[in-house]
């Protein structure tokens, strides 16, 4: 929870009085700021369980019993077919992430561990794609995809993923690496051990708290993501989540109560994986992983 | 990448372990990328594709709609930088001094909370403030009517002056936590003796921040810089959400990344026009090199990098 951190505050006792009001002055300002940044979520969420007219006429109060209605929800499951949208989600957020942690993690490896002719320039290359962004080449991956005929499958959308997430996850996980003894692993290494055993049997399990900050880096666009679901899997039985809520929202404009719920369904299942592995990502943030 | 296989001791698991990641990244990244500067020289004539050299930048710059439409959105993404580099990043700054100051209670809850909004689609936050500022829901002018200000109330995103800073602020609203992070982590990593070094000779509170914390993390703050820049060139998502592919009201937010989408997909009336499109993505990938190139050569090699 806490960050243990050493505290250097040892005679500063005289300056009591302007400490506090000082330690008072930096809570008012968080505390403003908290507020803006939870503010429209928490009105969107406490509006969609309110009827219709309580919306608009107290848009800022909270549902009571008088004012409370599941009406939008209802809409929602109904008209909507989210419990697909998610599952696709699902299926594309997990299955690239995996891709990017396991091939990132071997890459990784390989650039970290051993000296060969072109290591530099290799990782360079695999460099080269935290800075340019994927999106420029849409184009010509719209017209791959469509020569392949995965257009509107869920592999168009993985392959792309996969190909995003690896550069950063690459150039994290070989910093890390590089931090790892030689030590164990030569000794790995006199006890027989193939390279390829080391990398799973010793490496893999002492990057663990970087692959977890990796995870959560490269999920959080893919599961947010709007523009490939948009341009490479439009289909209804392919639709993700993110462009589900956004085509749904938008034939309900008028619905009030179902664009609320429908904004809430989006916002829960990604709050409450944020909240569990919020710790974890400050963790891996704060230890140094980006920098 | 090939390893040349006649020197004595050839490891092949190093190949191994590289070959998914590499085929992987260079076959949907790399080629496609290639593939879309080349497109960039090709035009589709009597349904073939013929080999036209720079006529398709020469129409982007010099054709009079082109160009107008092409400088609407380079300028609109402009400011959408500078509103970024000039509030969400001081935001970011200031939140993180804070947040990094000794023996504050609730540090835990308040990075948390400041967090949220960064983890949201797009879509959700474009949709949500559109509800909260619409003028026919009232929850923004009520709310400045409770602090007297209601007169000042207009539906923002719906006027052409004020629409492409509202969406700008929207998004500075949404990444602030982006910013807050990276320098929270910088000023943990600033090691305690040096503060109490200051604080021995007299230096405290914002002389502190201003003489020794800042410095120290002004490579993080590069960073930073680049980060937005590259991110904000490449916006779309926010603003195809909140407006629409046309960029409304009357294109007052078309950056370039809804002006590559229009003209690679067309809308209404205009046809799609995928050589276009790829000559405006690799204007994008020129301006993107351009930044980064001016980052890591001009900016990154003077920033002094302290050793603790």
């Known amino acids: 929870m806490t960050t243990s951190q050493p505290t250097s505050q040892s005679i500063s006792n005289p300056m009591l009085s302007s400490n506090t009001a000082r330690a008072i002055a930096a809570h008012a300002i968080l505390i403003t700021y908290t507020i803006i940044a939870l503010f429209p979520v928490v009105v969107i969420v406490i509006n969609s369980f309110k009827s219709r007219n309580a919306i608009f006429r107290s848009p800022l109060s909270p549902p009571n019993s008088e004012t409370f209605s599941l009406i939008g929800y209802e809409t929602v499951i109904k008209q909507g077919d989210f419990l697909l949208y998610f599952q696709n989600s699902l299926t594309v957020t997990i299955i690239s992430l995996t891709m990017v942690l396991f091939f990132g993690a071997m890459a990784a490896f390989a650039l970290a561990e051993y000296r060969f002719k072109l290591n530099l320039l290799t990782g360079l290359y695999l460099a080269l794609g935290i800075m340019i962004p994927i999106r420029l080449g849409t184009v010509a991956i719209l017209q791959m995809m469509v020569a392949s005929g995965l257009v509107n499958t869920l592999t168009a959308l993985i392959l792309v993923y996969t190909a995003q997430g690896l550069p950063l996850a690459i150039f994290i996980l070989s910093e890390f690496m590089q931090g790892i003894s030689d030590d164990l692993k030569n000794a790995g290494r006199i006890d027989g051990l193939s390279e390829y055993r080391i990398f799973l049997r010793l490496v893999l399990p002492l990057v663990r708290p970087a692959m977890a900050t990796v995870a959560v880096f490269t999920m959080i666009p893919i599961w947010n993501d709007l523009w490939f679901p948009l341009i490479l899997a439009p289909a209804e039985e392919v639709k993700t989540v993110t462009l589900g809520a956004q085509v749904f929202i938008g034939q309900f404009v008028t619905n009030w109560n179902a664009v609320l719920a429908s904004l809430s369904l989006a916002i829960v299942p990604v709050l409450i994986l944020y909240l569990i592995f919020s710790k974890q990502l400050i963790k891996g943030i704060t230890s140094g992983a980006v920098k | ?308």
């Open chain 2, 1 to 308: 990448m090939e390893e040349k296989s006649h020197k004595p001791p050839f490891r092949s698991h190093i190949l191994v372990f590289l070959a998914p990641a590499f085929l992987i990244y260079t076959s949907f990244m790399v080629i496609p990328l290639f593939g879309t500067l080349q497109m960039s020289l090709y035009s589709q004539i009597d349904g073939v594709q013929k080999f036209v050299g720079l006529a398709n930048f020469a129409t982007l710059f010099g054709d009079e709609r082109w160009a107008q439409s092409f400088w609407n959105a380079l300028v609109n993404n402009t400011w959408f930088f500078v509103i970024h580099m000039l509030v969400q990043n001081p935001i970011g700054i200031l939140l993180a001094a804070l947040l990094s100051s000794n023996k504050l209670r609730m540090r835990a809850f308040y990075r948390t909370s400041i967090f949220i909004p960064t983890i949201l689609s797009f879509v959700i936050v474009g949709f949500a403030w559109k509800l909260i500022l619409s003028p026919l829901w009232g929850v923004a002018p009520s709310m400045l009517d409770a602090i007297g200000l209601k007169s000042l109330f207009a539906p923002w995103l719906g006027k052409e002056e004020y629409a492409l800073t509202t969406l700008a602020l929207i998004s500075v609203w949404q990444f602030v936590g982006i910013p807050m992070m990276l320098i929270y982590a910088a000023m943990l990593s600033i090691p305690d003796e040096v503060l109490e070094a200051a604080e021995c000779d007299g230096l405290s509170g914002n002389a502190q921040f201003w003489k020794i914390k800042l410095p120290l993390i002004l490579p993080s703050i590069g960073i930073i810089s680049i980060l937005t820049f590259v991110g904000n060139f490449n916006a779309f998502d926010l603003i195809y959400s909140a407006q629409g592919a046309l960029a409304g009201p009357n294109y007052s937010t078309d950056v370039l990344g809804t002006f590559m989408f229009r003209t690679f997909f067309g809308f209404q009336l205009q046809l799609g026009d995928p050589n276009m499109g790829s000559a405006i993505a690799s204007a994008m990938f020129f301006i993107i090199l351009c930044g980064v190139s001016i980052y890591l050569f001009g900016i990154q090699t003077r920033l002094r990098r302290y050793q603790f």
